[in-house]
């Protein structure tokens, strides 16, 4: 039996199956593992939504957005001021769309004109966020920071990998409805993109609304193992760059590249990060601009760059067994 | 309350013209090299780090430009003429670079923060010089607010001249407009990039060599000074030289007038009320070309 035939001919069953089993493995995890391994498990779920709904936008387009923890930590204090007056589940969606309507205000602002000003407007952007809830907290509110009642491990692992599917799914399809399609030209170039109709403002807006809408919620369920956050904490610009560089990791041209890139570093983050952080900072420094400068499609793209270069090896030794065969017939 | 505005306008021009200075390197960068290089604030605690260090071993704050420039014009050389030269050689469209250089600049931003943070840990290094306060008309001025306006004024006057009025000026404007143009007449368009990319980390060093002549630096600064200079340099226009100084101005004295009248936590809002009220209504900035 020839198995890479067995594979490209049931590779739709091969994958339903594989992602069937990766369900199975996260869903019965918490039976059997520790407490702490389900919360690594958790906290690599928030990088899948985060990555994938980083490069859902800025890898399609070219705009980069370099102020995912704007949206996140929006999340974080959504729950942080809701969580007594509403029930977990509800300031889920509550906090997806408090930053959907705060990236579509900033999407106005800067993504009707094209080129760069969207990236520097959001470089700061998380600056911004904190000098303002801190002036609220301690001017108004007269308060350092807010307590966040912790909700068991489970709930969050599950609510948690819930989102990740409802973003996986939604970005699939959006990347293969006619936004998809319209953000890709767009990318590709704006001026053509316009040109053919698409209304490339309006597009822009909404799907960055769209996947920031996804970092909001992932605030919301982030919260409550923080236990306590303050703006500096919520805020954290960690939470910008890690996405960014888990998709450019990954590689941005098919959906599963960021959801690679944010199991593998947000592994190494969980384990190696503690000991050392300014390593490892560093080094990812270094992945950064390697990754940019020779991977440019990410590891995603490194297969079909193996493939093509191990084919005509593959296809070489293949002719010559054929050769033999035919000689000994 | 009044009689303290004219003293925090002059404050925040001193303070501006640092600002300028940093933003004037950006808006080179990235007019020139089309780099929005996001690694300038590093250049900037690079600067300012090195003279703590230098005066440490006993030379002048205001001497340590003389080492600090020549290294980091160096460092910034090579990383255009390295880095970004490849990664526009490899990038299938102008935009498409852009996007691609702004995410390699992330990675170096990395790389020299940590680096930085690996040598000198993140402690703070006070190396306050000139601190005693003279009299000017009445108000109060430190010392090296003075002296920090007149070198950064000094330095934006020679960069605007040099770019304005040389030979490699004119170069350097030329590429800026269209680079491929500019080979064909004889530039070695390569090397006014490198330069360019230079000239603009030079003076990011000497902007962190100023800073750390009136607070207390670290090697945590460099994210907020990046920050102000690309707030700075969108206000100017993009490309704008002149442009960016004025506009350095304009934040300085905004950030004081902030802090010392509203919240010193409100001055990064209040610079994107600015940005945002700018980008609505001008969004070529206050001295950019249409």
Same mark, same amino acid.
């Given at each position: 039996?020839?198995?890479?035939?067995?594979?490209?001919?049931?590779?739709?069953?091969?994958?339903?199956?594989?992602?069937?089993?990766?369900?199975?493995?996260?869903?019965?995890?918490?039976?059997?593992?520790?407490?702490?391994?389900v919360?690594?498990?958790?906290?690599?779920?928030?990088?899948?939504?985060?990555?994938?709904s980083?490069?859902?936008f800025?890898?399609?387009?070219?705009?980069?957005?370099l102020a995912?923890?704007?949206?996140?930590?929006?999340?974080?204090?959504?729950?942080?001021?809701?969580?007594?007056?509403?029930?977990?589940?509800?300031?889920?969606?509550?906090?997806?769309?408090?930053?959907?309507?705060?990236?579509?205000?900033?999407?106005?602002?800067?993504l009707?004109?094209?080129?760069?000003?969207?990236?520097?407007?959001?470089?700061?952007?998380?600056?911004?966020?904190?000098?303002?809830?801190?002036?609220?907290?301690?001017?108004?509110?007269?308060?350092?920071?807010?307590?966040?009642?912790?909700?068991?491990?489970?709930?969050?692992?599950?609510?948690?990998?819930?989102?990740?599917?409802?973003?996986?799914?939604?970005?699939?399809?959006?990347?293969?409805?006619?936004y998809?399609?319209?953000?890709?030209?767009?990318?590709?170039?704006?001026?053509?993109?316009?040109?053919?109709?698409?209304n490339?403002?309006?597009?822009?807006?909404?799907?960055?609304?769209?996947s920031?809408?996804?970092?909001?919620?992932?605030?919301?369920?982030?919260?409550?193992?923080?236990?306590?956050?303050?703006?500096?904490?919520?805020?954290?610009?960690?939470?910008?760059?890690?996405?960014?560089?888990?998709?450019?990791?990954?590689?941005?041209?098919?959906?599963?590249?960021?959801?690679?890139?944010?199991?593998?570093?947000?592994?190494?983050?969980?384990?190696?990060?503690?000991?050392?952080?300014?390593?490892?900072?560093?080094?990812?420094g270094?992945?950064?601009?390697?990754?940019?400068?020779?991977?440019?499609?990410?590891i995603?793209?490194?297969?079909?760059?193996l493939?093509?270069?191990?084919?005509?090896?593959?296809?070489?030794?293949?002719?010559?067994?054929?050769?033999?065969?035919?000689?000994?017939? | 309350?009044?009689?303290?505005?004219?003293?925090?306008?002059?404050?925040?021009?001193?303070?501006?013209?640092?600002?300028?200075?940093?933003?004037?390197?950006?808006?080179?960068?990235?007019?020139?090299?089309?780099v929005?290089?996001?690694?300038?604030?590093?250049?900037?605690?690079?600067?300012?780090?090195?003279?703590?260090?230098?005066?440490?071993s006993?030379?002048?704050?205001?001497?340590?430009?003389?080492?600090?420039?020549?290294?980091?014009?160096?460092?910034? *050389? +090579?990383?255009?003429?390295?880095?970004? %030269? !490849? /990664?526009? $050689?490899? #990038?299938?469209?102008?935009?498409?670079?852009?996007?691609?250089a702004?995410?390699?600049?992330?990675?170096?931003?990395?790389?020299?923060?940590?680096?930085a943070?690996?040598?000198?840990?993140?402690?703070?290094?006070?190396?306050?010089?000139?601190?005693?306060?003279?009299?000017?008309?009445?108000?109060?001025?430190?010392?090296?607010?003075?002296?920090?306006?007149?070198?950064?004024?000094?330095?934006?006057?020679?960069?605007?001249? *040099? +770019?304005?009025?040389?030979?490699?000026? %004119? !170069? /350097?404007? $030329?590429? #800026?407009?269209?680079?491929?143009?500019?080979g064909?007449?004889?530039?070695?368009?390569?090397?006014?990039?490198a330069?360019?990319?230079?000239?603009?980390?030079?003076?990011?060093?000497?902007?962190?060599?100023?800073?750390?002549?009136?607070?207390?630096?670290?090697?945590?600064?460099?994210?907020?000074?990046?920050?102000?200079?690309?707030?700075?340099?969108?206000?100017g226009?993009?490309?704008?030289?002149?442009?960016?100084?004025?506009?350095?101005?304009?934040?300085?004295?905004?950030?004081?007038?902030? $802090?010392?009248?509203?919240?010193?936590?409100?001055?990064?809002?209040?610079?994107?009320?600015?940005?945002?009220?700018?980008?609505?209504?001008?969004?070529?900035?206050?001295?950019?070309?249409?």
């Open positions: 039996m020839d198995i890479t035939r067995f594979i490209s001919t049931h590779r739709k069953l091969l994958l339903v199956g594989f992602l069937v089993l990766i369900l199975i493995f996260i869903t019965t995890l918490p039976l059997y593992a520790r407490a702490s391994d919360r690594v498990l958790t906290t690599i779920l928030i990088y899948v939504v985060l990555a994938v980083w490069a859902l800025s890898g399609t387009t070219g705009y980069m957005s995912p923890a704007a949206f996140f930590g929006l999340g974080i204090y959504t729950m942080a001021l809701l969580q007594k007056e509403l029930p977990f589940f509800l300031i889920i969606p509550i906090g997806g769309l408090v930053s959907f309507a705060f990236a579509v205000l900033i999407g106005l602002v800067t009707r004109l094209r080129g760069i000003y969207f990236a520097i407007f959001t470089f700061g952007l998380v600056v911004f966020m904190t000098e303002i809830i801190q002036f609220l907290e301690t001017r108004l509110w007269h308060k350092h920071g807010q307590a966040i009642i912790p909700i068991d491990n489970e709930t969050l692992l599950y609510t948690m990998l819930v989102l990740v599917v409802v973003t996986v799914l939604a970005t699939y399809f959006i990347r293969r409805s006619r998809g399609l319209a953000l890709l030209s767009i990318g590709g170039n704006e001026e053509a993109a316009e040109h053919m109709g698409i490339t403002t309006r597009t822009k807006v909404l799907i960055f609304a769209i920031s809408m996804f970092m909001g919620a992932a605030g919301v369920i982030a919260a409550p193992s923080l236990l306590y956050v303050n703006a500096t904490i919520a805020f954290s610009v960690f939470y910008s760059f890690m996405p960014i560089f888990m998709a450019i990791f990954g590689g941005m041209g098919q959906v599963y590249g960021p959801v690679i890139g944010a199991v593998i570093f947000g592994y190494l983050e969980k384990t190696l990060r503690a000991q050392l952080y300014s390593y490892f900072m560093l080094g990812f270094i992945i950064m601009v390697v990754v940019i400068l020779f991977l440019p499609n990410g995603v793209g490194l297969v079909p760059m493939q093509s270069k191990l084919g005509g090896l593959m296809a070489r030794l293949r002719k010559g067994e054929q050769g033999e065969q035919h000689a000994n017939t | 309350m009044v009689e303290r505005i004219p003293a925090l306008i002059i404050v925040g021009i001193f303070q501006g013209s640092v600002y300028g200075l940093l933003a004037m390197g950006l808006s080179l960068q990235y007019g020139v090299c089309r929005l290089n996001i690694t300038h604030g590093e250049f900037v605690m690079l600067g300012a780090v090195l003279t703590f260090a230098l005066s440490l006993g030379i002048n704050p205001l001497l340590a430009p003389v080492i600090i420039g020549p290294l980091l014009f160096g460092l910034g *050389f +090579l990383l255009q003429a390295t880095l970004f %030269r !490849a /990664i526009k $050689a490899r #990038a299938p469209s102008p935009p498409a670079f852009e996007g691609n702004l995410l390699a600049a992330f990675g170096v931003m990395y790389i020299i923060e940590y680096i943070r690996i040598t000198w840990s993140g402690r703070l290094m006070p190396s306050y010089y000139l601190v005693d306060i003279v009299s000017f008309l009445g108000m109060k001025f430190v010392k090296n607010q003075i002296v920090t306006f007149a070198i950064a004024l000094a330095l934006g006057v020679a960069v605007y001249l *040099f +770019l304005s009025r040389s030979r490699m000026g %004119r !170069a /350097i404007r $030329a590429t #800026a407009e269209d680079a491929s143009t500019a064909l007449m004889g530039v070695n368009t390569n090397m006014i990039l330069f360019s990319f230079g000239l603009g980390a030079l003076l990011a060093g000497i902007g962190g060599t100023l800073i750390s002549m009136k607070i207390a630096v670290s090697t945590t600064i460099g994210f907020s000074n990046t920050v102000i200079a690309l707030i700075v340099v969108v206000l226009g993009l490309g704008s030289i002149p442009g960016s100084f004025v506009a350095g101005i304009l934040i300085g004295i905004v950030s004081m007038l902030v $802090a010392g009248f509203l919240e010193p936590v409100l001055t990064v809002p209040i610079y994107y009320a600015m940005l945002m009220v700018l980008l609505l209504v001008r969004p070529t900035g206050i001295l950019g070309k249409k």
